[in-house]
C-alpha cells in the first residue's frame, strides 16, 4: 500500500526541520497538481532507483530531486501553467526556464549540489535533443535520466490542462517508442523488461519486483 500524499506532509516537514531551509515552505508554493505530480514522480524514481541497486543515501538524493524537479514553476506566470489550451512558443520558452529555475532556487537555498544538477537536467533527453543543454547519454546525470523517465511516464498518466490521461498501454508504447531518443534504453529495459507493475487509474503507476 503506498502512502498518500496527505500522509507524506508530516514526513517532509520532519525532513526539512533541522535544515538551514524549509523545503516544506518551498513544495506548499506549487499548486496541488504539480505537488501531486511531483510526489508520484519521488515514488516512482525511488522504485526505479532502488531496482537499479542505488545506496540508501543515492535513493534519498534522488527521491528529493524528483519532489522538486518542477520547484522552478514556482517562478513561471500561473496563467500560463493552468492555460487551458496549447501554450504559444513564447509561453513554452517561458516555461522551459524552470528547470534552469528550479536549480537555482534550491542552490541559493543551500540544498545539496547533485539535487540541483537533477533539477537542472530533468528535461534532457537521451538522444540529446532535450533542454537547457542538449546533452546526450551518459552526460545527463543518472539521477536525472532516472526523472525524466518517471516525470514523463506519470504525466502520461494523468489529465493535463488540454489532454485526457493515456491509457497504461499507450504509455508503455510511446515509452519504448522513444527508448534511446528521449529516454536512457537501459532505464527502459529495466522499467518495462525487468520490472513488474501494479497501474490503477487512480493510484497510479508502482513497480513491483
Ligand atoms: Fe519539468
Ligand atoms: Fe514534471
Known amino acids: 500500500m503506498k502512502m498518500g500524499i496527505d500522509a507524506f506532509w508530516p514526513e517532509l516537514a520532519v525532513r526539512s526541520s533541522g535544515q538551514n531551509f524549509s523545503v516544506y515552505e518551498l513544495f506548499i508554493q506549487l499548486d496541488n497538481d504539480t505537488r501531486q505530480h511531483c510526489y508520484r514522480v519521488s515514488q516512482l524514481a525511488g522504485q526505479l532507483g532502488r531496482a537499479f541497486g542505488l545506496e540508501t543515501h543515492e535513493i534519498s538524493l534522488l527521491e528529493t530531486a524528483a519532489l522538486f524537479h518542477d520547484i522552478g514553476k514556482i517562478a513561471i506566470d500561473k496563467t500560463i501553467l493552468s492555460k487551458p489550451t496549447l501554450l504559444t512558443a513564447s509561453e513554452r520558452e517561458m516555461v522551459r526556464l524552470h528547470p534552469e529555475m528550479g536549480a537555482q532556487i534550491w542552490l541559493e537555498l543551500g540544498g545539496p549540489y547533485s539535487i540541483s544538477e537533477t533539477i537542472l537536467c530533468h528535461h534532457e533527453a537521451f538522444d540529446g535533443s532535450g533542454y537547457p543543454f542538449g546533452l546526450a547519454g551518459d552526460d545527463i546525470p543518472l539521477h536525472a535520466r532516472m526523472v525524466t523517465l518517471a516525470d514523463a511516464l ?27 531518443k528521449q529516454f536512457d534504453p537501459l532505464l527502459v529495459d529495466l522499467l518495462l523488461i525487468e520490472l513488474e507493475y501494479d497501474y490503477d487509474p487512480a493510484e497510479g503507476i508502482e513497480l513491483v519486483r
Open 154 to 180: 506519470d504525466a502520461m498518466l494523468s489529465s493535463r490542462n488540454y489532454s485526457a490521461p493515456l491509457t497504461i498501454d499507450d504509455a508503455i508504447r510511446i515509452i519504448s517508442n522513444l527508448s534511446g
